[in-house]
């Protein structure tokens, strides 16, 4: 029952920004990783940031070292989202992405970035970076 739909993927040139929205539904996420994931043409999905809960409205963030210091993860526990502002983006971030949420609320921080830990996903949604 549960939900992920994110939007705001599209087309922007290099150095331009994009915000990326998620909203999860079926029950509250507030104490679970929620996080973002891509995948570019023919290659795995990767990693791209995430969120781990550590007590109260508190979380920790971890982004892979690829996209650190242009992106930003955040969160809204009273809406249940999760957005993803990418900032001076480049070509090689061209890729779906797609909005993931954990069921494991305990979840380590050493698997945090794992694909596998993630059990509901969103549909996907395009970002393209081209001149």
């Known amino acids: 029952q549960v939900q992920v739909i994110e939007s705001g993927g599209g087309l922007v040139q290099p150095g331009g920004s994009l915000r990326l929205s998620c909203t999860a539904s079926?029950?509250?996420?507030?104490?679970?990783?929620m996080g973002w994931f891509r995948q570019a043409p023919g290659k795995e999905r990767e990693f791209v940031a995430t969120?781990?809960?550590?007590?109260?409205?508190?979380?920790?963030?971890y982004y892979a070292n690829s996209v650190k210091g242009r992106f930003t993860i955040s969160r809204d526990n009273a809406k249940n989202t999760v957005s993803l502002q990418m900032n001076s983006l480049l070509p090689e971030d061209t890729a779906i992405y797609y909005c993931?949420?954990?069921?494991?609320?305990?979840?380590?921080?050493?698997?945090?970035?794992?694909?596998?830990?993630?059990?509901?996903w969103g549909q996907g949604t395009q970002v393209t970076v081209s001149s």
């Open positions: 969120t781990r809960w550590i007590g109260g409205s508190a979380y920790s963030k």
């Open positions: 079926g029950r509250s996420f507030s104490n679970y990783p």
């Open positions: 993931a949420a954990s069921e494991i609320a305990g979840l380590i921080a050493g698997t945090i970035r794992n694909t596998e830990n993630y059990h509901f």
